[in-house]
C-alpha cells in the first residue's frame, strides 16, 4: 500500500484545511488510518487515528473540538478537516496505516506510534 498525501499549504490563524490520503496498491478496508505530525525541532505526534470500520476515533487534547478525521472506504481516501488553526499547528502532517488487529485500538496506534506505513507527508503552516 502507498500513501500519498495532499491538501496542506499557508493559512491565517483561524483557518481551515482539509488534508487528504489516498491510498493505492490495496485497500485501506482493513487497516487503522491516522493522522500525524511533526514540527521543526520536536518529535512526530499522533494527532488524530480512526477505526477499521465504526468510526471510532481518537484525537489528541490540543486538537479535540478542532480536527475531525474521517475516511471513504470506497474511495480508499482518509480525511483531517481542520478548522479554527493556531501557529502551533503549524508542521508537517503524514498519513499513517497499520492493519487492524483486536487488540491494537485507534488509541494506541496514535499514541504509542504503532504504524506500518507512512506517506511523505504535506506541509501545513498556519501564518499571519
Known amino acids: 500500500v502507498q500513501l500519498v498525501e495532499s491538501g496542506g499549504g499557508l493559512v491565517q490563524p483561524g483557518g481551515s484545511l482539509r488534508v487528504s490520503c489516498a491510498a493505492s496498491?490495496?485497500?485501506?478496508?482493513?487497516?487503522?488510518i491516522g493522522w500525524f505530525r511533526q514540527a521543526p525541532g520536536k518529535e512526530r505526534e499522533g494527532v488524530s487515528c480512526?477505526?477499521?470500520?465504526?468510526?471510532?476515533?481518537y484525537y489528541r487534547d490540543s486538537v479535540k473540538g478542532r480536527f475531525t478525521i474521517s475516511r471513504d472506504n470506497a474511495k480508499n481516501t482518509v480525511f483531517l478537516q481542520m478548522n479554527n488553526l493556531a501557529p502551533e499547528d503549524t508542521a508537517k502532517y503524514y498519513c499513517?496505516?497499520?492493519?487492524?488487529?483486536?487488540?491494537?485500538?485507534?488509541?494506541?496506534?496514535?499514541?504509542?506510534?504503532?504504524?506500518?506505513?507512512w506517506g511523505r507527508g504535506t506541509q501545513v503552516t498556519v501564518s499571519s
Open positions: 496498491g490495496s485497500s485501506l478496508d482493513d487497516y487503522i
Open positions: 499513517a496505516a497499520t492493519p487492524f488487529i483486536p487488540i491494537l485500538s485507534e488509541r494506541q496506534m496514535c499514541t504509542n506510534n504503532v504504524v506500518n506505513l
Open positions: 480512526i477505526s477499521k470500520n465504526d468510526g471510532s476515533a
